[in-house]
């Protein structure tokens, strides 16, 4: 698999930090498709939408927004960024991503994580005692619905099945991607099935997530993997323009929304300090922020460390107008992917 470059969003309903105004939901969601269809046209490789279940979140069905995806793009792939599998149904999740997989002819991806937001599982009637049991329960199932029809499954937490018949396949296997905060029992666990580990580095320095990109191929060895089937991609917020500082003075008043409004449980926000948010456009810091050089240089310093197969970059955290984001985005697919893919690709086998 050549390297790629892909971005996501959560939909996030953040008033306009100028005009004090919040999207219409309607509005948004078709914003999400025309960026993905841009996406698409410049050829980066991946568009995600997450999953929530919040008033100041657009999406709380993804497979439903990347279907609408589907029919407007060709041939980037549509994935889940994340599917909350704790409060969900697998048979309904596989049922929903084979659909669109079928309809965008292969091009679904689901990306199954535990969730950082617990407002699903009151929703649904599900125990946050039993978060993680949850998650381990319905995963074995969501693996065991890949491979089996008719399917036959016991659990604890969720009815059995006997012989049900789980509808439409797909025409293919769809890739199921484990997203990891940085939980070392989480990374293992990835590393156990022989899954690809779609790491969130959401702050901080991305170098202390080097230990557990190491342990995940560990262990995937251990478990007795094939270290070429063994992909990571990374995922942190980021702004991309035509330079570092237009980078910087377009997206920070409306990250600094959207990072007081959205940051992990509603009431609870984190102020971002201008001279934080810069500090993360730095050679050190996580976010994918700058101007082309500096994503390129980024992403050159993170392969570096992690030999990793994939970059996702939560473009435009907070709701930057669309106009800035589609220039964006297109900046990425025109001017950053080329450079990076050639640069990766010219790197001899022991660099890679």
């Known amino acids: 698999m050549a390297f790629e470059l892909g971005i996501y969003h959560f939909g996030e309903l953040t008033p306009d930090p100028e005009t004090g105004k919040t999207m219409n939901p309607g509005v948004h969601l078709r914003h999400l498709v025309e960026q993905a269809t841009v996406a698409d046209q410049v050829g980066l490789d991946v568009f995600g939408v997450g999953e929530h279940h919040r008033t100041d979140f657009a999406v709380s069905s993804p497979a439903v927004v990347l279907a609408a995806m589907a029919q407007a793009t060709d041939s980037i792939k549509l994935s889940s960024a994340v599917t909350v599998l704790s409060s969900d149904d697998p048979v309904r999740v596989f049922q929903q991503f084979s659909t669109l997989d079928l309809l965008s002819e292969g091009r679904a991806e689901i990306i199954a994580g535990r969730g950082s937001y617990t407002e699903s599982f009151p929703l649904f009637g599900y125990d946050l005692s039993q978060y993680n049991e949850l998650f381990a329960e319905k995963l074995d199932l969501l693996l065991k619905l890949r491979d089996e029809n008719p399917i036959t499954w016991e659990g604890h937490l969720r009815p059995s099945l006997v012989d049900g018949d789980v509808t439409p396949r797909p025409d293919r296997q769809i890739p199921v991607w484990i997203a990891v905060g940085g939980t070392p029992a989480s990374v293992v666990r990835a590393a156990k099935l022989g899954l690809p580990l779609s790491l969130a580095i959401i702050g901080g320095s991305y170098q202390q997530f080097e230990p557990f990109v190491d342990l995940y191929r560990r262990a995937a060895v251990e478990f007795g993997h ?94 930057v107008p669309q106009k800035d984001m589609l220039r964006a985005i297109e900046i990425l697919g025109t001017e950053v992917a080329p450079v990076v893919r050639k640069e990766i690709e010219s790197l001899t086998p022991t660099e890679k």
């Open 226 to 319: 094939d270290p070429k089937n063994l992909k990571v991609s990374i995922a942190s917020p980021g702004f991309v323009d035509t330079s570092k500082q237009a980078a910087l003075d377009t997206s920070y008043p409306y990250f600094q929304a959207g990072w007081m409004q959205n940051h992990h449980q509603r009431g609870n926000g984190v102020p971002m300090p201008r001279r934080a948010y810069e500090a993360q456009a730095t050679t050190a810091g996580a976010f994918f922020l700058g101007g082309p050089q500096e994503i390129i240089d980024k992403t050159m310093a993170q392969y570096e460390l992690f030999h990793h197969d994939r970059i996702m970059i939560q473009m435009g955290f907070g709701n």
